[in-house]
């Protein structure tokens, strides 16, 4: 919907993601306060930022998956953390550089989440979560174990990325490598989201059979799909890997795949606004619980903290709960509503 | 319209919430000179049954120091704690988050946490204290220090004792079992190294999730193997369950169970109950009824004054806390004497630390030394038995090799 009195007059404006003069000085503007975020922030929060960021390029490609093609996959982590091992192995084993390393991590992952997506031919639904659960395990079990390459259970030293031989190992440094990357995959992804690809996509969600017999090959969709989604996780992993400077295999749970699953349902399945949304959410909504426990234990200090960490967890649980039974739509449905609100004001309807 | 009035609602206090994010942490105490330690630890999470008794037992030894001690000559101590769930992004706020508040040096819990903390550490020069000592965590030595035997070095100190005790020409077979993350696997690191020279021949390594609940796989491979002994490296919680399986299989008993460091004997006797009995444990702390041990009787002192009780019998987190905090005070302290409190940073600190040699910690003994190329500080290992509900001491201490990564 556009804002009131705006009208498209022509087919390049009606398809193209920013349509008005205000939407692109709102853009600039966004992208402006982004990138001097640093020069006002603490160190944690520009940290927060960073994680919060690479978040977002792992979940935009389990939206692809999940969202726009309906193939659930609770085994997200493991090609995250197949990105970042190779592009620690690439860096620090091979010499190569980070920025030679980081696109081939994308690809490397792609090739292997086309192997493991192979069974979304066959099942689906609830079979294919579990299928995917078996990837997590079966990648987890190679990286534990193949100690020559990957350090197995020790983990692995990644050199921090450079630009000029300067190295971006402060959080400040690399805030500005994520950023761009981020936006750049969230381009990416709007861009397929709403090409070919992505119509493609929402028709095998939707409905299989009927998108098979329209024409459209599933073998070659579903795993392409497949291959979208783990390319953007192995971008994350890769991203992961050279933020920390070690990859270890302890960064790459279930527990992981699983949240990264709740960013996308909080958030709003099928949309690239809501991926955001929902990583937002989850992540600051952990901050603050965990701050909001240590300000009541130290307002209520005859009572252990221990309670209150777990208090914290309760509530943490309770907001997601919550948010499910009454906003099932996520986060972005609520955003739709205010921007039509927004649109139409003054006008009820 | 009902749904647009939640929206600004949900909108404004989002908007909220955000904004007291970026304000300081009300915790600080405003105005007062005091030295930050951070502290990062599983209050909640797969091991946080550990975790939760490990805490209590710093915020004491901090209330003790402030308290009795008068703090750090003079300047009172403050823990930073932050609860990181076993998930690596929250140790990583939580460490941004406490150095913004002003800790100069932390207590950290698992390996998996140092291994993520390290290059930071290291480019930030901030000295850590760890109950998580994988191979890996603390070498080569740099900011992290340990205060008890590392977890491989530990499997050393049994096969050791083992070579002193096995009277049989074949070699003695071991399991290893435990936690499939560096913790767990660290007695491997060791067993590849050592296991020849100690007659040792190690017959299974099995490893499972820090969730399971249940360990009859593990325990019929173990039974399957012909073990006589089993090593297990995981918290309290499966070593009590390994025996509740151990037990319902029929080798409780026939196969020798033994853990290492970081798992509480006192909540595994709390678990298990009887069958306990005949389990060994590789001690690196006096034992509660050694109490001619000063020590032992500060860590009873302090448990009378901040719970009214004292040391169980089978206690040892308690006392393996205390050793930890102590000696990362004694650094703290002495890098204090030397460069003041305006200049008291985490090099500073790393110096102290590494300046304690055959310091004797209230009786301690074998007496502990750090260095720039050994952090361990603790070297001995004892081999202590779980008998009649008590923890007994079966042998001399024994040496453990530094096991150091492949």
């Given at each position: 919907m556009l804002p009131c009195g705006s009208f498209t007059q022509r087919y390049e404006t009606d398809m193209s993601i920013v349509r008005t003069k205000m939407q692109w000085i709102l853009l600039i503007v966004f992208l402006l306060l982004l990138f001097a975020f640093p020069w006002f922030s603490s160190n944690w929060a520009i940290s927060l930022a960073?994680?919060?960021?690479?978040?977002?390029?792992?979940?935009?490609?389990?939206?692809?998956?999940?969202?726009?093609?309906?193939?659930?996959?609770?085994?997200?982590?493991?090609f995250v953390a197949v990105g970042a091992y190779f592009s620690a192995v690439?860096?620090?084993?091979?010499?190569?550089?980070?920025?030679?390393?980081?696109?081939l991590s994308g690809l490397f992952t792609g090739i292997i989440g086309l192997f493991f997506g192979l069974p979304s031919l066959r099942i689906k639904g609830v079979y294919l979560a579990l299928a995917t659960i078996a990837a997590h395990f079966i990648i987890m079990f190679v990286i534990n174990n193949w100690r020559g390459v990957t350090g197995g259970s020790y983990g692995m030293q990644v050199p921090f990325a450079t630009i000029g031989g300067i190295s971006l190992s402060t959080d400040r440094s690399y805030y500005y490598v994520v950023m761009i990357v981020t936006i750049i995959m969230i381009v990416?992804?709007?861009?397929?989201?709403?090409?070919?690809?992505?119509?493609?996509?929402?028709?095998?969600?939707?409905?299989?059979?009927?998108?098979?017999?329209?024409g459209i090959s599933?073998?070659?969709?579903?795993?392409?799909?497949?291959?979208?989604?783990?390319?953007?996780?192995?971008?994350?992993?890769?991203?992961?890997?050279?933020?920390?400077?070690?990859?270890?295999?302890?960064?790459?749970t279930i527990w992981d795949s699983i949240w990264y699953l709740g960013m996308l349902i909080i958030g709003g399945m099928g949309s690239i606004t809501g991926t955001i949304f929902g990583v937002i959410f989850l992540k600051v909504l952990g901050e603050y619980v965990t701050i909001f426990s240590q300000m009541v234990s130290a307002a209520f200090p005859a009572i252990a903290e221990q309670s209150f960490a777990s208090i914290a967890q309760i509530v943490y649980g309770l907001v997601i709960i919550l948010f499910l039974i009454f906003e099932p739509r996520g986060l972005y449905h609520r955003w739709e509503i205010l921007k039509a609100y927004y649109r139409l004001f003054p006008f009820a309807h | 319209m009902r749904p647009r009035r939640q929206t600004i609602i949900l909108s404004v206090i989002t908007a909220i919430l955000i904004v007291t994010l970026l304000v300081p942490s009300a915790c600080q105490v405003k105005g007062e000179q005091t030295i930050k330690i951070g502290e990062l630890i599983d209050l909640t999470g797969p091991t946080s049954d550990a975790g939760q008794e490990m805490h209590q037992d710093y915020v004491d030894n901090i209330k003790w120091l402030n308290e009795v001690d008068?703090?750090?000559?003079?300047?009172?101590?403050?823990?930073?704690?932050?609860?990181?769930?076993?998930?690596?992004?929250?140790?990583?706020?939580?460490?941004k988050r406490a150095r913004e508040q002003g800790a100069v040096a932390f207590f950290l819990w698992a390996a998996g946490d140092v291994e993520a903390l390290k290059p930071t550490l290291e480019r930030e020069k901030v000295p850590i204290s760890t109950s998580g000592t994988s191979p890996n965590t603390i070498y080569p030595s740099g900011w992290a220090y340990t205060s008890q035997s590392a977890y491989a070095d530990n499997f050393a100190g049994f096969m050791s004792w083992l070579k002193q005790t096995w009277k049989e020409t074949r070699p003695v077979k071991v399991a290893i079992t435990g936690f499939d993350n560096a913790f767990g696997r660290s007695a491997s690191v060791a067993a590849r190294k050592y296991a020849k020279d100690n007659n040792v021949q190690i017959v299974a390594e099995l490893y499972f999730s820090p969730a399971a609940m249940d360990f009859t796989t593990e325990v019929t491979k173990i039974r399957d193997a012909g073990a006589d002994y089993a090593y297990i490296s995981a918290s309290q919680v499966p070593v009590a369950a390994i025996l509740r399986d151990a037990n319902k299989i029929g080798i409780l008993g026939k196969v020798k169970f033994v853990h290492g460091?970081?798992?509480?004997?006192?909540?595994?006797?709390?678990?298990?109950?009887?069958?306990?009995?005949?389990?060994?444990?590789?001690?690196?702390?006096?034992?509660?009824?050694?109490?001619?041990i000063p020590?032992?009787?500060?860590?009873?002192?302090?448990?009378?004054?901040?719970?009214?009780?004292?040391?169980?019998?089978?206690?040892?987190?308690?006392?393996?806390?205390?050793?930890r905090s102590q000696l990362f005070f004694e650094g703290i302290r002495r890098a204090l004497n030397k460069v003041g409190y305006d200049k008291l940073d985490g090099a500073a600190i790393k110096e102290g630390i590494d300046s304690i040699k055959d310091f004797d910690l209230m009786g301690i003994t074998p007496r502990m030394s750090f260095g720039p190329d050994d952090p361990r500080g603790r070297e001995h290992i004892r081999m202590v038995e779980y008998k009649g509900g008590k923890l007994v001491p079966i042998s001399d201490w024994i040496y453990c090799e530094f096991v150091k990564p492949e």
């Open positions: 960073n994680v919060i960021a690479i978040s977002i390029v792992a979940t935009l490609g389990l939206n692809i998956l999940s969202g726009c093609t309906g193939q659930i996959s609770i085994g997200h982590a493991a690439a860096t620090s084993t091979y010499g190569l550089s980070t920025w030679i390393a980081l696109p990416i992804a709007k861009n397929i989201m709403r090409g070919k690809f992505g119509r493609a996509f929402i028709a095998v969600r939707d409905n299989d059979l009927a998108a098979e017999t329209m599933l073998f070659r969709y579903k795993l392409l799909s497949f291959f979208i989604a783990t390319f953007f996780a192995g971008i994350a992993g890769a991203l992961w890997a050279h933020y920390l400077g070690v990859v270890h295999p302890e960064q790459f | 008068g703090g750090f000559n003079g300047i009172k101590a403050e823990l930073l704690w932050f609860d990181t769930a076993y998930q690596i992004p929250r140790v990583l706020s939580g460490y460091t970081s798992s509480s004997p006192l909540q595994i006797s709390r678990l298990a109950g009887a069958l306990t009995e005949g389990l060994l444990y590789c001690d690196d702390n006096p034992v509660p009824s050694e109490t001619n020590a032992i009787q500060r860590c009873n002192e302090m448990l009378m004054k901040y719970h009214g009780t004292k040391l169980a019998d089978t206690e040892d987190v308690y006392i393996q806390t205390f050793t």
